[in-house]
């Protein structure tokens, strides 16, 4: 943990959620929260813990404490997973206070972001030129050249979009079902696009109609965990391209922009998370159990804390055909946290490295660790480039072991995969 470092002396003002006192205030200090937290179970520290950041906010706020570099570092270290949030009996709302506190940190020049996580933000709230930009990593990536240990394998479309490929097969299948929109994500259309149409394809075979605005934006996840400006703006975008569609709920693929989006619709449009969203709805029934494959399925913190759906349901995972079990510690952080796994690279691979450890072991031939969220995924798949998990696995989205085009468990893409930076 660089908890043990000296942060940089700093001597900016007190920079806290003070007009939010009665959220500060709420926490009854129980200590409930401190087992489900992975940065407290790291460090042993009450500082590195909810009730020890809440405790530090607070007491700058009331003028108590001066203005720390301490806290600054101790927020820093936070991962933003919110299981102190379910845990919590006071429901003391975490995450809306570590929003505010990140934002007026970085205002206050308290915590300073990278220009590379500056830039790749900036790129992301324009959906455009991001997708331009990111074009020869979607390349890379059907090629099967690999250049970096968060980028697991897949082929995605280098060049239509999901907006187009839907208006496509919506054309030619004309489902009769509930009618959804569907949010296509900055890095999720930009790198890893293929997920992105085996949603569309999941959906339209099960009688969804599935419509995609192209006017949409970014859900504004990047900027709030950077504590960046231009949220409100990236929220009011959304709104404008989600209010006024005829549907039955928008759905997100990737659980961090579900629980970003969420904050900028919810009154207007229900935004589900597509698994959950299949949950109920009757489901074409893969038949994949002739083969050794086992799935290992890992829930992400911010659908089940942030989003607070029960998990991914039971008959969604059925459907897929594999035999599937929940990964061991699945409800626990696996350390991607937004950015967190370029921001705190050490703390997220030791907590990644507690809870892949089983993998080592893992029966299956081949072994798949599911889940569903792009972050979530590239976390894991870092575990076995930078030697974490010596057995060779597989990481896929859920939605992709429906997918009526995944031909066999192991893609010839996968066995082709060229690593060109091993870390
Ligand atoms: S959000 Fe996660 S890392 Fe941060 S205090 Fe809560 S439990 Fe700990
Ligand atoms: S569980 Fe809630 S009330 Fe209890 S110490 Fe943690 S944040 Fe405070």
Redesign the pocket.
């Known amino acids: 943990m660089t908890s043990s470092e000296t942060p940089a002396a700093q001597s900016h003002a007190c920079a806290t959620p003070s007009g939010d006192r009665d959220l500060l205030t709420s926490c009854v200090h129980c200590g409930l ?1 401190l087992e ?5 179970l790291l460090s042993g520290d009450e500082n ?3 009730r020890g ?1 809440l405790r530090l906010w607070r007491e700058e706020s009331e003028g108590r404490l001066a203005p720390d570099p301490w806290t600054a570092e101790y927020t820093r ?9 379910t ?1 919590c009996p006071a429901n003391v709302p ?2 809306e206070i ?1 929003e505010q506190t990140r934002h007026m940190h970085v205002a206050a020049g308290r915590t300073h972001t990278s220009l590379k996580l500056r830039i790749a933000a900036a790129l992301a709230a324009r959906p455009r030129l991001f997708n331009l930009t990111m074009l020869p990593m979607r390349l890379l990536r059907r090629w099967g050249v690999l250049p970096h240990r968060f980028l697991f394998s897949g082929r995605p479309a280098f060049a239509q979009s999901t907006a187009s490929y839907a208006k496509q097969l919506m054309e030619q299948h004309r489902p009769t079902g509930p009618r959804v929109a569907l949010l296509t994500g900055c890095l999720m259309e930009a790198v890893f696009r293929e997920i992105n149409f085996a949603t569309v394809r999941v959906l339209i075979e099960n009688n969804v109609q599935v419509f995609v605005p192209s006017n949409q934006g970014c859900c504004g996840a990047m900027q709030e965990h950077l504590g960046l400006d231009g949220i409100d703006q990236l929220r009011d975008h959304n709104r404008r391209a989600f209010r006024s569609l005829p549907v039955d709920a928008v759905v997100c693929n990737s659980s961090g922009c579900g629980l970003a989006l969420g904050k900028a619709l919810s009154d207007e449009v229900p935004v589900r998370d597509v698994l959950d969203f299949l949950g109920e709805q009757p489901l074409v029934q893969r038949n994949r159990a002739i083969n050794g494959a086992r799935v290992y399925v890992d829930l992400p ?1 911010h659908l089940i804390h942030g989003q607070k759906v029960a998990g991914i349901p039971k008959s969604v995972l059925d459907a897929t055909g594999f035999r599937w079990e929940l990964a061991p510690q699945a409800r626990d ?1 696996c350390g991607s ?1 937004g950015v967190y796994n370029l921001q705190q690279p050490d703390n997220a691979q030791e907590i990644l490295a507690r809870k892949s450890a089983f993998l080592n072991a893992a029966a299956g031939d081949p072994v798949i660790l599911a889940t569903s969220n792009h972050v979530c995924m590239m976390q894991w798949n870092s575990a076995h480039k930078s030697g974490l998990v010596k057995q060779p696995f597989q990481v896929r989205h859920v939605i992709q072991l429906l997918d009526p085009q995944q031909p066999a468990c192991v893609e010839e893409s996968e066995k082709a995969a060229i690593w060109v930076h091993q870390k």
């Open positions: 929260c489900v937290c992975p940065t407290y590195n813990s909810p950041r270290e936070c991962v933003g997973c919110l299981a102190c949030e845990a975490y995450g570590l913190c952080c946290g």
